[in-house]
């Protein structure tokens, strides 16, 4: 009889209670701390990775440590309905294709099947670039500063270049230390100056800025407490609504013509947040101002550029419904997740009585039936964890 996996992560010692490299998958981090909040959170994991298929748990696993948060989401899918007594059966065939959706989730006379997708609002070029940044960083932050936070003003990296981190950290080390962080202070103190000395690397492949800012004298010399004390200011212009919209045109007719009810499920984790505008303009379209002839006063509607309505009018009327998320396993508290209606699928859920937030288009706004508390679902106390898992 093969050995029944009951674990997600690996039997090991756990004594790094460190936070969370920049280039460290979740997976990485999570394996590894020792933590008591995080140790929670594999602890939920777990829970609901024993209650998975046995013969699909190999798999499943391994895509944890490949791409954590689309396992993640997968399985936070099947452990909730499975909490509101519905069946689900992982890749179901599928009459006339052999692609296969997520699940055929059944209890009763409700049935329909479930896609999990999640979105991170990143092209590949943007998670690539990420990725060097991330090295980068977590270079930096090994480097020895005593005495001083490293506040990071100016972080270039040049197009289509791969900077060598030990020449970067050589550099700060070298530096850091012709400079005396009690003088810096007085002189800080005594000139109202906001900032201290600027220290510029800048080759062929990288231009950084780094700010020297005092430590208190408690702080200094402390080991684990890391350099970097301040990250460069990013801003952007838009919203989370393209990724969502993408995401829902990609999987509308994945399958083809189907027999039972549809549902899409988008986990945005865009770290620029998820708002309400985000998934409305995602769905029925982005805002738009027009002026009737002869009139001043404006008019405002909805571009047809929705996941639901398209240029000639309702379009992916295949998909039933979207599940729009912004979850994490530690965040199960404050992330949203919630089901939309799409009012002109051709595949209603009729009978299916859903315990999720959702939301129906009566008319020109939008009806909520509130669903349960996700805390309350897996029977989790307020504020789990006790700790940001960082």
């Not at 895509?63 to 909490?83: K, P, S, T, V």
């Not at 379209?285 to 509607?301: A, L, N, R």
Request: charged share 25%; hydrophobic share 35%; aromatic share 12%.
């Amino acid at each position: 009889m093969p050995h029944e996996l009951k674990s997600l992560f690996n039997d090991r010692v756990r004594d790094d209670a460190s936070p969370g490299r920049h280039a460290e998958s979740t997976y990485e981090y999570l394996d590894r701390s020792s933590r008591p909040e995080v140790a929670e959170v594999r602890a939920l994991l777990d829970k609901w990775f024993c209650r998975y298929p046995t013969d699909s748990r190999k798999e499943l696993r391994a895509r944890f440590i490949a791409d954590f948060h689309g396992a993640f989401w997968e399985l936070f899918l099947y452990a909730y309905f499975r909490m509101h007594s519905f069946g689900l059966t992982p890749h179901p065939a599928v009459p006339n294709t052999t692609r296969k959706p997520d699940y055929l989730a059944y209890r009763n006379d409700c049935e329909f099947y479930l896609e999990a997708i999640v979105v991170r609002d990143k092209s590949d070029e943007d998670l690539s670039r990420e990725r060097v940044k991330n090295l980068l960083l977590d270079a930096i932050n090994t480097t020895s500063s005593p005495n001083f936070f490293l506040a990071l003003k100016g972080f270039t990296v040049k197009e289509g270049k791969q900077p060598v981190a030990r020449k970067i950290s050589a550099f700060l080390r070298r530096e850091v230390v012709k400079f005396d962080p009690d003088r810096i202070f007085e002189e800080l103190t005594a000139n109202s100056l906001l900032d201290g000395p600027v220290l510029v690397f800048e080759d062929e492949t990288i231009r950084l800025e780094v700010t020297l800012v005092p430590r208190s004298p408690g702080a200094r010399g402390r080991a684990d407490i890391r350099p970097i004390g301040i990250y460069p200011m990013q801003t952007r212009w838009g919203g989370s609504d393209g990724a969502i919209k993408e995401a829902i045109n990609a999987k509308a007719t994945r399958y083809g013509l189907l027999h039972r009810p549809y549902l899409v499920a988008i986990n945005c984790i865009s770290e620029w947040g998820l708002d309400d505008d985000d998934v409305l303009d995602a769905l029925f379209g982005t805002p738009q101002v027009s002026f009737g002839p002869g009139s001043s006063e404006p008019i405002t509607s909805r571009r047809p550029d929705g996941g639901f309505v398209g240029p000639d009018g309702p379009w992916n009327t295949r998909v039933t419904a979207v599940i729009v998320g912004n979850l994490y396993p530690w965040g199960l508290d404050a992330g949203r997740f919630e089901l939309y209606h799409n009012p002109w699928t051709s595949n209603p859920l009729d009978g299916c009585d859903l315990a999720v937030r959702q939301a129906s288009l009566q008319g020109d706004r939008l009806d909520w039936k509130e669903g349960p508390r996700l805390l309350d679902v897996f029977g989790l106390p307020a504020g789990w964890p006790q700790q940001p898992v960082a």
